[in-house]
């Protein structure tokens, strides 16, 4: 499940990346789609603005839909003089003041983290696309319109990337029902330097890079003897697609499951001839 904040951001996704979209959600304009890139299923949810609103959604997706993979695609504000707008920011972890997390968790100060493979299958497709990407600390802010520049300036004495609303609480969430969770930003302003991009390209900057979880099944017949196995392995990856020359393409791939486990047998056409001999 891709969760972009914004729903006109999943509506522009799921035009651009998804054939046969189907709105599956418009509850309080919080809009969703389901459809499918190369044959495979792939949903794409808003999340809303902050994390009580993606605490919501997040949560039904695990528990009532069973999903295993969330990653939020969007948007945040750099914090560091190395970090440029349009960069893509990896977020390794997220620090934040409060989440909605904070009243099971109580005294403790947890450490939100994304999921090992997927950040490492989105370092992995960045590098080799030569897209300028950062991987490391973000701060999930729980207000919009902040005050406290003193905050700030510990924020980016402490290396943070960048700030955004969601990361911290998605992470907590994923860690806690055991699923995979990544966020993949975009820079779309920078809090040092006050650069900012136009509305329009904001709603839809994050498409430079965005992660596709794929499942697939494999059938194959092997046969000795008298008799033939149907084997089937099913296969699960990372992909990420990038824009290149006016069409989207694959840049990454990372090979995250393999089961092996589906077998059978098939008996032999006694008219057929010997494995390995032609018809």
Known sequence: VLMPGDPY?????????????VCINEVRGMLGYTGTWKGQRVTIQGSGMGMASLSIYANELIRDF?????????????????????DIIIAMTSTTLSTPSRGILRELNFAPCADYGLLRAAADAAEARGTPTHVGGIYS??????????LNEQMTRHGILGVEMEAAELYILALRHKVRALAVLTVSDHLLTGEALPSEQRE???GDMVEIAARWRVLGVVGHA??????????AADLTMAPDQGAWKITGFSLT?????DAGTLERNADAPPPGEDS
């Not at 951001?9 to 979209?21: I, K, Q, V």
């Open 204 to 206: 839809k900057s994050f």
């Open 66 to 86: 069973g999903a295993k993979t969330l990653i939020r695609i969007g948007s945040c504000g750099a914090m560091q003089e190395a970090v440029k707008v349009r």
């Open 257 to 261: 499951e393999v089961d092996r486990s």
């Open 141 to 150: 802010s729980d207000v919009f319109y902040d005050e406290r520049p003193d």
């Open 226 to 235: 008298e008799h033939m196995h149907m084997r089937g392995n099913a296969y």
């Open 9 to 21: 951001r999943a509506r522009w996704a799921a035009e651009t990346f998804l054939e046969d979209a």
